[in-house]
């Protein structure tokens, strides 16, 4: 008999404990451990979005009886709050960041950084089960040996990349490696649920490039090792596996997008609107090319617009939270999203983004891209 499912079962990100990418350090105390952290995220302060996270060590400490936010004027931010620690808000506090560092003399972490201090084998010890996927190793003596207990867990320790505290860019570099294996996977979605009542037929079957255009946009994001999804507003008719129909109804292209993560939420989505005829092979390159994966999204602009266009663009995984807090404020459009957040701009020539909405428009287009061929 099967069992009865009470909610509905949907893809999760994968985050293990707090955040996508996550390393704990231990083996030594916390002031070393929180100073190795603050070295490395200085070594490159613009690539990542690093959090930490830590244990209060005032046992005196009480808490504020209201939260108080101190904000300067150039963005920086001091809070004060109490809240319960609870994993699930922990994930999507965290959710945002390209890499969340954990104090592991209080937290456990996926992977691990092990910092060998003489004075903490009994430490190590006692915490050999949180011990599982070392990153690297770090030596406060860098004549030491490795501790017995960790030699008879791992005997291939010593091919284990070995470092001293000094090492800060060796240390970087092996963490920028593990970040870059973990950078989501590019999938694109050909926005293609508009009624097209202004045309009076169907935009994504216009022919501008020989074909209709959905299948000119399908084409060309193959082309460029990039699988295409349709987002649309209604199941079609003849169902195939790369149509996503909206689960957000009636949010246009933002439900579109929002549907689109529900149904793979591990992925960055390249969503480029079906009524932008002259989005071509360059431009496509251009967003892949130029992509910033510790930003919210990548996305282009016109040089003389005002305002990016969100209908060209690569939507982070990190985004479809910040689209969801969007919409429980009542807000559905993603250009306030992205002008809201932290993201990549690209500024192209006006053209790119044109989009033809009417038979007068679909007109003007046909005879530029004609003109320019």
């Not at 005196?60 to 001091?78: C, E, L, R």
């Not at 292209?253 to 609107?273: E, K, R």
């Not at 390159?285 to 992509?291: A, M, S, V």
């Not at 990016?308 to 559905?332: C, N, R, V």
Request: charged share 20%.
């Amino acid at each position: 008999m099967k069992k009865h499912q009470k909610h509905t079962s949907l893809v999760r990100r994968k985050i293990k404990n707090y955040a996508p990418t996550e390393i704990s350090i231990l083996g030594t105390k916390c002031s070393v451990i929180a100073k190795l952290v603050q070295k490395i995220a200085h070594f490159d302060p613009t690539s990542l979005k690093i959090g930490y996270l830590d244990a209060s060590h005032n046992e005196a400490y009480v808490p504020p009886s209201f939260d108080s936010y101190t904000q300067q004027t150039h963005g920086h931010i001091k809070i004060h709050r109490i809240e319960p620690n609870n994993q699930y808000q922990k994930r999507i506090q965290f959710s945002a960041y390209d890499l969340l560092f954990i104090n592991g003399n209080h937290f456990e972490g996926e992977q691990q950084i092990l910092i060998l201090d003489p004075s903490k084998e009994a430490s190590i010890q006692k915490r050999l089960s949180q011990i599982n996927s070392i990153v690297c190793i770090v030596k406060t003596d860098p004549s030491m040996d490795y501790f017995p207990c960790l030699q008879e867990k791992f005997p291939t320790i010593s091919s284990i990349p070995t470092y001293t505290l000094s090492d800060i860019e060796a240390i970087y570099q092996e963490i920028s490696s593990l970040i870059n294996t973990k950078t989501p996977p590019i999938q694109g979605l050909i926005l293609a649920g508009g009624k097209s009542k202004r045309m009076g037929r169907d935009k994504t079957q216009l022919n501008y490039h020989g074909k209709p255009q959905r299948t000119y946009l399908e084409d060309l994001l193959q082309s460029k090792g990039v699988a295409p999804y349709i987002s649309v507003a209604e199941p079609p008719k003849i169902a195939t596996p790369n149509y996503i129909v909206d689960t957000y109804l009636n949010l246009g292209p933002f439900g579109g997008i929002c549907s689109a993560f529900q149904y793979n939420p591990n992925v960055a989505w390249l969503v480029v609107a079906a009524d932008v005829p002259f989005v071509n092979s360059t431009l496509i390159q251009q967003l892949i090319t130029h992509r910033n994966p510790s930003k919210f999204a990548t996305t282009i602009k016109g040089k003389t617009r005002e305002f990016m266009e969100p209908l060209i663009t690569i939507y982070e995984p990190k985004a479809y939270s910040q689209l969801l807090q969007f919409l429980a404020m009542g807000y559905a459009c993603p250009k306030k999203m992205l002008i809201n957040n932290d993201v990549e701009v690209i500024e192209v020539d006006d053209l790119y983004v044109t989009n033809v909405n009417t038979p007068e428009e679909f007109t003007n287009a046909l005879n530029k891209l004609n003109k320019n061929a």
